[in-house]
């Protein structure tokens, strides 16, 4: 059983989360099996980039690090608060140490910001939020990390992608890292992604 952590900020964007919880549930219901999500924040209510509440299954200090398999961060807005979580030391130590031991991290959007702060993407490939205007890819440079502009940039064991379209990829490449393709195949063709 992989056991995946969904790190949770105030502000995040409630669209990037849910592909998360349905893609992971549909492998739980009908597909191979084998993982469990469990939602984690630093607060016991968080309020998503449009207001929308939620309360997860556990805050941090309840969770044992060492449990977990995967992390997946949804990304959110400043505006709604996002960066003041996801910058907080505490949220940072957990990714420090999913990525101390390897273990497989899945980011959608300004999420990989949090990746930069907290250090691990020092001379690596990543991406973050390219839209026009957007100030997110120098801010992922600035954090030493060589940008890309595919939408979705693997390396190592790090997932980093563009922005809230790539969010149903990226679940489903979490799956197949951690099940297989075939598992992964058949769950996408049970949503209606494979004909």
């Given at each position: 059983m992989?056991?995946?952590?969904?790190l949770?900020?105030?502000?995040?964007?409630?669209?990037?989360?849910?592909?998360f919880?349905?893609?992971?549930?549909?492998?739980?219901?009908e597909?191979?099996?084998?993982?469990?999500l469990?939602?984690?924040?630093?607060r016991?209510?968080?309020?998503?980039?449009w207001?929308?509440?939620?309360?997860?299954?556990?805050?941090?200090g309840?969770?044992?690090?060492?449990?977990f398999?995967?992390?997946?961060i949804?990304?959110?807005?400043e505006?709604?608060?996002?960066?003041?979580?996801?910058?907080?030391?505490?949220?940072l130590?957990?990714?420090?140490?999913?990525?101390?031991?390897?273990?497989w991290?899945g980011?959608?959007?300004?999420?990989?910001?949090?990746?930069?702060?907290?250090?691990i993407?020092?001379?690596?490939r990543?991406?973050?939020y390219?839209?026009?205007?957007s100030v997110?890819q120098?801010?992922?440079?600035?954090?030493?990390?060589?940008v890309?502009?595919?939408?979705?940039?693997?390396?190592?064991?790090i997932i980093?992608?563009?922005?809230?379209?790539?969010?149903?990829?990226v679940?489903?490449l979490?799956?197949?890292?951690?099940t297989?393709?075939?598992?992964?195949?058949?769950v996408?063709?049970?949503?209606?992604?494979?004909?």
């Amino acid at each position: 059983m992989a056991k995946i952590m969904m790190l949770l900020a105030d502000g995040f964007e409630a669209v990037e989360a849910s592909v998360f919880t349905d893609v992971l549930g549909w492998n739980e219901m009908e597909g191979g099996g084998g993982t469990e999500l469990v939602t984690v924040g630093l607060r016991d209510r968080l309020k998503c980039t449009w207001n929308f509440t939620v309360i997860p299954e556990f805050t941090l200090g309840e969770v044992e690090l060492a449990e977990f398999d995967a992390l997946v961060i949804p990304g959110g807005f400043e505006e709604a608060g996002f960066y003041e979580d996801a910058y907080d030391p505490a949220f940072l130590d957990v990714i420090r140490h999913f990525d101390t031991h390897e273990k497989w991290i899945g980011t959608i959007c300004v999420a990989a910001l949090a990746l930069g702060k907290a250090g691990i993407l020092q001379g690596k490939r990543a991406t973050t939020y390219n839209g026009v205007g957007s100030v997110r890819q120098a801010q992922l440079k600035d954090f030493g990390a060589q940008v890309q502009q595919d939408p979705i940039v693997v390396e190592n064991h790090i997932i980093t992608s563009h922005n809230p379209s790539t969010s149903f990829d990226v679940a489903f490449l979490v799956l197949e890292k951690l099940t297989n393709a075939e598992n992964t195949k058949h769950v996408k063709k049970l949503m209606g992604f494979e004909k």
